[in-house]
Antibody
Framework: EVQLVESGGGLVQPGGTLRLSCAAS????????LSWVRQAPGKGLEWVAN????????YYGDSVKGRFTISRDNAKESLYLQMNSLRVEDTAIYYC??????????????WGQGILVSVSS | SYDLTQPLSVSVALGQTARITCGGD??????VHWYQQKPGQAPILVIY???NRPSGIPERFSGTNSGNTATLTIGRAQVGDEADYYC?????????FGTGTKVTVL
């Protein structure tokens, strides 16, 4: 059974930093792209970033480009999201996902339960 | 950026068929996926690559994609199908979600 467990969320002030982690199990970690997807309170889904199996390729959504960094540690079977210069509008539940990715498609096969990040003074 | 437009809400009578549309410029040339999200829960994948069902998803769920509209169809709708539904695709190095549709079973 695929399990994705996020941690590291919480309350942070605007301009602050936070690092999310996602511990994975139940699948061959180094054979899958992974993503972070977020959902602001009462709003829809927004893709944040994704990363290739070996970490050599990364893509970011426009709203987080230059502020967030996605990374992974295949030995620890963990995914990370370093969030800098946080804004009030970054407040959301952040989901870790296991992806299917090719030159023609990208979708989210499995999702973690999510972790809340609140940015407020 | 590529925009995906969904109706805000769709209502369906118990046991009838619900159709949720996802509109985008020439979306039929792209590959679309669908997610179901119930209140307080993480989304789950219900249709991938236009019309394929993951294991465990009932055959009542189906998808099509042509022209400027992709469609998720829920046959023989049940109370347990009440949820928000999102379409999604990959375009020019970006993953895009639709605006989301709330399905109510009457």
């Amino acid at each position: 059974e695929v399990q994705l467990v996020e941690s590291g969320g919480g309350l942070v002030q605007p301009g602050g930093t936070l690092r999310l982690s996602c511990a994975a199990s139940g699948f061959t970690f180094n054979r899958h792209w992974l993503s972070w997807v977020r959902q602001a309170p009462g709003k829809g889904l927004e893709w944040v970033a994704n990363i290739k199996e070996d970490g050599s390729e990364k893509y970011y959504g426009d709203s987080v480009k230059g502020r967030f960094t996605i990374s992974r540690d295949n030995a620890k079977e963990s995914l990370y999201l370093q969030m800098n210069s946080l804004r009030v509008e970054d407040t959301a539940i952040y989901y870790c996902t296991r992806d299917s990715f090719s030159a023609w498609w990208h979708y989210f096969e499995d999702w973690g339960q999510g972790i809340l990040v609140s940015v407020s003074s | 950026s590529y925009d995906l437009t969904q109706p805000l809400s769709v209502s369906v009578a118990l046991g009838q068929t619900a159709r949720i549309t996802c509109g985008g410029d020439n979306i039929g040339a792209k590959i679309v996926h669908w997610y179901q999200q119930k209140p307080g829960q993480a989304p789950i994948l219900v249709i991938y690559r236009d019309g394929n069902r993951p294991s465990g998803i009932p055959e009542r769920f189906s998808g099509t994609n042509s022209g400027n509209t992709a469609t998720l169809t829920i046959g023989r709708a049940q109370v347990g199908d009440e949820a928000d539904y999102y379409c999604q695709l990959w375009d020019s190095g970006t993953s895009v979600f639709g605006t989301g549709t709330k399905v109510t079973v009457l």
